[in-house]
């Protein structure tokens, strides 16, 4: 009997590994289709330093995710024409936007039955699970806060088989949402004119 157990349970969890590709994500509200091409170039250009902090849902600091994300983060600036130079760290002589990154959403034992429910039915009985993005960033000149600008998303996720035409991985949905709220997060700087050299 308890070999039986043993067995019924490797299977059932062969499933689930089977089936955990049978998701689709969706970005919960409609992204910005900006890009940094389209910012406008503030001249002269002004060094800025980044730094990120991301959150996991018990409010830690996850040092991984915030040294990945600062790493894209800097190579995007870099590649927007925007400043002279992108540097990581803090300065109080100068430019610096400070990204904060939090995330919520459906709780992770509510996530893993869902995918259960999904596996155990071959992927016919589709559930969601939702993931929540808070995104603030804060622009400083001089050691002074100009102004904070807040923005979120979420990542819905169907796990069904019927839906994966239609979606795309949540990782990559997830990347999208991050990426669109830092364009977002530039513009409104930028049309504020808070990029510019101040006195």
């Known amino acids: 009997m308890e070999l039986k157990r043993i067995s019924v349970a490797c299977s059932m969890v062969f499933c689930l590994f089977v089936f955990s590709g049978c998701?689709?994500?969706?970005?919960?509200k409609d992204l910005s289709n900006l890009n940094y091409n389209q910012l406008v170039v503030t001249t002269p250009k002004r060094p800025v330093f980044v730094s990120v902090s991301v959150f996991n849902r018990d409010n830690t600091l996850n040092l991984g995710a915030s040294a990945i994300f600062k790493e894209k983060l800097e190579r995007d600036l870099a590649a927007s024409n925007l400043f002279s130079s992108v540097s990581s760290g803090s300065t109080t002589t100068g430019l610096q936007l400070k990204y904060t990154i939090e995330t919520d959403g459906t709780p992770a034992v509510v996530a893993r039955l869902a995918g259960m429910v999904s596996g155990f039915t071959f992927g016919l009985i589709p559930t969601h699970v939702t993931d929540e993005y808070f995104m603030s960033v804060e622009a400083w000149d001089n050691g002074k806060l100009l102004k904070k600008y807040d923005f979120d998303?979420?990542?819905?996720?169907?796990?069904?088989?019927?839906?994966?035409?239609?979606?795309?991985?949540?990782?990559?949905?997830?990347?999208?949402?991050?990426?669109?709220?830092?364009?977002?997060?530039?513009?409104?700087?930028s049309n504020d004119k808070l990029l510019a050299t101040t006195n």
């Open 153 to 189: 998303n979420s990542t819905g996720t169907w796990i069904s088989i019927f839906m994966i035409p239609f979606g795309d991985k949540a990782g990559k949905v997830t990347d999208r949402i991050l990426d669109d709220m830092s364009i977002q997060a530039l513009s409104a700087i």
């Open 23 to 28: 998701a689709a994500s969706f970005p919960g």
